[in-house]
């Protein structure tokens, strides 16, 4: 099933209709090019999300991003009639911190009226990765999730940036994304060089399956694989 999406204004504030899957590739892109001619209308926006079915890794990293940039832009992005999947998943991986999350589209139509809450902060960072992934939605989902349990997250879709950020300062983890055998790169191995500038880091490489994965799964998998990994590192355990 292809994603279907309908606009609607009430007021000042659009709302977004969404039915069918949030995922990586063509749904993705259609979702993001509509909020961008939202935009141009109105910097306040309800995704009702009742009709969606799947969300995958990239399509949560396609929220997360659209989030982020609307809320630079002065304005904010509510979530609407979410299915329980989709509250589960949002609790699992913590973004129900980042997303402001209503029971009925009236109701997040009308917090539009109403002062905005503070969020709350994230614990204090356990560790500092870099991630490094040739998609930008995959740096959003990673990047949100790791952050909003406590770990302080650097991502770039550069491997010239993630170079920088190495060199910069001390790295607990080197994490590689499901995309970056994309990436030209003279040399035998990609994480072998990157890990040179960063020798006591623990290099984790997240696989192919990984950004297709439904989002509760690859997020539960991201945080499982750095749990056994880092800890292993810290212990001295092979």
Not at 159 to 173: M, P, Y
Request: include cysteine.
């Amino acid at each position: 099933m292809s994603l279907n999406l309908q606009v609607d204004r009430a007021g000042d504030v659009a709302v977004l209709r969404c039915e069918g899957p949030i995922i990586s590739g063509v749904e993705a892109e259609y979702l993001e090019e509509k909020v961008s001619l939202t935009l141009a209308e109105t910097k306040y926006l309800v995704l009702e999300v009742s009709g969606v079915r799947r969300v995958d890794s990239g399509g949560l990293g396609v929220l997360v991003r659209l989030l982020t940039r609307i809320r630079k832009a002065g304005g904010d992005l509510k979530v609407a009639s979410p299915p329980g999947f989709v509250t589960s998943l949002l609790e699992i991986t913590r973004l129900s911190k980042l997303f402001d999350v209503f029971p009925s589209e009236r109701e997040a139509v009308l917090s539009f009226r109403k002062p905005t809450s503070e969020v709350s902060k994230p614990p204090s960072p356990t560790a500092r990765i870099v991630f490094l992934d040739q998609s930008s939605d995959v740096c959003a989902f990673v990047r949100s999730v790791l952050s909003s349990h406590g770990y302080e997250v650097l991502s770039t879709t550069l491997v010239s940036e993630a170079r920088i950020l190495l060199k910069a300062g001390n790295t607990d983890v080197l994490m590689l994304g499901p995309n970056t055998s994309h990436f030209k790169f003279d040399g035998p191995s990609l994480a072998g060089s990157l890990a040179a500038l960063a020798p006591k880091a623990t290099v984790i490489e997240l696989d192919k399956q990984f950004q297709s994965s439904e989002a509760e799964q690859a997020g539960s998998t991201l945080l499982q694989l750095l749990r056994e990994k880092y800890k292993a590192s810290a212990t001295g355990v092979a």
